[in-house]
C-alpha cells in the first residue's frame, strides 16, 4: 500500500465515526498530511454541521502548514452551497496545494464541479485512489443519487431448520431466535440507518417499538406498512419514541393523525410493484437507507422485485420444527460471524 493508499484508508477509517448522524448527507473523512505526517484530520459532523474537509483544517494547530501540505478526502469536495458553503472554496482559501480524492461525487450538484474548481485554482488534483474502497463505503448516498431510492438492507432471524416464527403464540410479543448479544447488535444497526421497515402483522403479532433502546443513538424512521387499516394508534409504533410514516391504502377512516407520524398511500392493486412504490415514497421523503425487518411476507416482496442491497440473516439454535418459513433468496456471501451460540451471515446482491 502506497502513501496516498494508506493516507485514503485512513480517512475512511474515521468516516465511520458518522455513521448514523450525517444523513442524508455521506460520511466524509479528511486527513491532511505535511512532510509524511498528518497534521490534521475530520470527518463528517451530524447533519447540518461541518464537512469533513472544514473539521480537518480548523483541526490544524499551524494553518501556515496547509499551503504546503496535501489534503485526502474520501469523496469529492462540494462545490455548491448547502446547508454549509463549498469544501472546494475552503480548500482554495487555504491554497492547499494538492488534493488526493478516493471516489467522484455522483450527486449532479457536484459530479466533477468540485474537481474542476480546485484545478482552475492552481491545485494538483488526483482522483481514484482505493476508488472501489471509497465508493463502497458512501454506498448509502450512491444508491440514494443513482438509484433514486434508500440503500436497502434485509434482517431477519432463523431457527436450525428454517422458520422466522411459530405460527401460533400466547403473547403478544416477540419470540426471541437469537441471544442478547445478537439482539443488542440489531439496535446498533437501527442506529445506523435511517428508517426500518415492518408489515402489518408484525406489529399485530409482536407490537415492537422499532427503536435503538439497548445502544446509544438516534431512533430510526418507522415505516408501517398497513395495507387493510388493521393497526390503531395504541400499538408502539405510533408513540412518541420515533418518527413514523404509515403506509396504506386510500381509506376514510385513518388512524387520526399526530404531529409525530403521517399517512403515505400506495396501490396494492399493483400486486408486483408493491416494493417499488414503497421504495419511491421512500426516496420522497429523502430517506437514504433502511433495514426491512419483516415479517416473511414484506421481506420476501422486496427480494422477488429485487429491490435489496444487502441480507444480514442470524440463525440462532433452537427449532421449531413447525411455524413460517424464513425467506427464499440467494446472495452472495460477503461476511460471517459467531456470536455466542448464533451464527450472523451477511450477504449482498450480486
Not at 419511491?280 to 419483516?294: A, C, F, P, V
Request: charged letters at 25%; proline letters at 4%; hydrophobic letters at 35%.
Amino acid at each position: 500500500m502506497n502513501n496516498h493508499e494508506t493516507y485514503i484508508k485512513r480517512c475512511i477509517d474515521i468516516a465511520k465515526n458518522g455513521l448514523g448522524t450525517t444523513r442524508p448527507n455521506p460520511m466524509v473523512g479528511s486527513v491532511i498530511v505535511y512532510k509524511n505526517q498528518i497534521i490534521g484530520e475530520g470527518f463528517t459532523s451530524p447533519y447540518g454541521g461541518n464537512h469533513a474537509e472544514v473539521n480537518a483544517i480548523n483541526s490544524v494547530k499551524d494553518k501556515s502548514l496547509l499551503k504546503k501540505s496535501t489534503i485526502y478526502v474520501t469523496l469529492e469536495p462540494c462545490s455548491h452551497f448547502g446547508k454549509t458553503p463549498p469544501c472546494s472554496d475552503l480548500i482554495i482559501k487555504h491554497e492547499i496545494p494538492n488534493v488526493i480524492i478516493g471516489c467522484i461525487d455522483d450527486n449532479s450538484l457536484v459530479a466533477g464541479k468540485g474537481v474542476e474548481k480546485l484545478k482552475q485554482a492552481g491545485c494538483s488534483v488526483v482522483v481514484g485512489i482505493l476508488e472501489t474502497e471509497c465508493k463502497n463505503h458512501h454506498k448509502r448516498f450512491f444508491t440514494f443519487h443513482n438509484k433514486k431510492r434508500p440503500y436497502i438492507i434485509l434482517k431477519w432471524a432463523e431457527t436450525t431448520d428454517g422458520f422466522i416464527a411459530p405460527k401460533t403464540k400466547n403473547e403478544q410479543k416477540p419470540v426471541w431466535i437469537t441471544n442478547e448479544f445478537s439482539r443488542q447488535l440489531v439496535h446498533k444497526w437501527r442506529a445506523e440507518e435511517q428508517a426500518i421497515l415492518v408489515g402489518t402483522n408484525t406489529v399485530l403479532q409482536d407490537n415492537p417499538s422499532l427503536t435503538v433502546r439497548d445502544w446509544t443513538g438516534q431512533n430510526p424512521i418507522r415505516i408501517v406498512l398497513d395495507q387493510n387499516d388493521k393497526l390503531s394508534k395504541n400499538y408502539a409504533v405510533f408513540d412518541n419514541e420515533a418518527k413514523t410514516i404509515l403506509i396504506n391504502s386510500k381509506t376514510k377512516n385513518p388512524i387520526p393523525k399526530t404531529q409525530n407520524w403521517h399517512l403515505e398511500f400506495i396501490d396494492w392493486n399493483l400486486k408486483t410493484a408493491i416494493a417499488k412504490q414503497i421504495s419511491d415514497i421512500l426516496y420522497k421523503n429523502n430517506i437514504n437507507s433502511i433495514i426491512i425487518e419483516g415479517g416473511a411476507k414484506t421481506l420476501q416482496t422486496f427480494i422477488n422485485e429485487n429491490l435489496w442491497d444487502e441480507a444480514r440473516i442470524f440463525t440462532g439454535s433452537s427449532a421449531f420444527k413447525t411455524g413460517i418459513k424464513a425467506p427464499n433468496f440467494s446472495g452472495n456471501l460477503i461476511f460471517e460471524e459467531t456470536i455466542l451460540n448464533d451464527i450472523l451471515k451477511i450477504y449482498n446482491n450480486d
